[in-house]
């Protein structure tokens, strides 16, 4: 009789992860630029490293931003490293996930992940995939919408915490965030066998489709309420096809 034990099968969940998450100038990915960031490794549920500052953006933060993260002017230039030493060291850290193969995780990540990308064109022309940049991306946002595309309501980070039982005490603050949409994404594997027992290369690569499909569906809904339809960088995911413009110096 063969009494050895087997091992548990280990799911990606469960093993090393980044959070990435950035607060901004602004909302236009193609203009506005970071104000802060958080880099937060997670190993097994268990944060092991945290890196997080404040980034003087250069330009004078709108008040509108400040109201939503915080963050003044005044803070960001007395207290931030520069633009570019930020872009430079996310960068970086992105690329050096990407050389292990570890995933990187956040809420709608095509959002930060291109304001990353301008930054690095507009500062030597090469973006995050000619830096090397390949690891996958895991986006609370699209498998949300992928694995519990029936539910109604709003699906911000705030509501995706209430719906999932995760505590967020500082929304709006980057190192809360990245930490609350890990948490999210743990509890959605604990949700979803098949979320969890997915390749993270091939979740990727599905993500790329199901955020097409979703993109479609709400452009069609625009165009029949006579709204403007979308622009077709929209239906990129998690960066555009082509490179978009270098954003004008602030």
């Given amino acids: 009789?063969?009494?050895r034990r087997q091992e548990p099968e280990r799911h990606w969940h469960q093993g090393e992860v980044l959070g990435f998450d950035l607060e901004t100038t602004g909302v236009d990915c193609q203009f506005d630029v970071p104000v802060s960031f958080a880099l937060v490794s997670v190993v097994g549920g268990v944060v092991v490293a945290r890196?997080?500052?404040l980034v003087d953006p250069g330009r004078p933060i709108p008040v509108a931003a400040t109201r939503v993260h915080g963050i003044t002017t005044e803070r960001a230039r007395s207290e931030g490293r520069?633009?570019?030493l930020a872009v430079a060291m996310l960068s970086r850290a992105l690329c050096d996930a990407s050389e292990r193969r570890v995933p990187v995780v956040g809420m709608k990540l095509d959002y930060d992940l291109t304001i990353l990308d301008v930054q690095c064109r507009a500062a030597d022309g090469r973006g995050l995939v000619e830096r090397g940049f390949c690891a996958p991306v895991l986006d609370a946002l699209v498998l949300d919408r992928h694995f519990d595309r029936y539910r109604k309501g709003r699906r911000t980070l705030t509501d995706l915490c209430a719906h999932?039982?995760?505590t967020i005490t500082n929304a709006h603050d980057a190192a809360a965030d990245a930490e609350a949409t890990i948490k999210v994404l743990t509890a959605m594997c604990c949700r979803f066998p098949e979320l969890r027992q997915a390749d993270p290369e091939e979740l990727h690569r599905s993500q790329v489709a199901w955020?097409?499909?979703w993109t479609e569906s709400l452009d069609a809904w625009r165009r029949a309420k006579g709204m403007p339809p979308l622009e077709r960088r929209d239906y990129d995911w998690p960066l555009p096809a082509e490179p978009?413009?270098?954003a004008a110096a602030g």
């Fill in 82 to 84: 520069s633009l570019p």
């Fill in 244 to 246: 978009p413009p270098i």
């Fill in 164 to 166: 999932y039982g995760v």
């Fill in 1 to 3: 009789m063969d009494v």
């Fill in 51 to 53: 890196d997080t500052g």
């Fill in 211 to 213: 955020h097409r499909e």
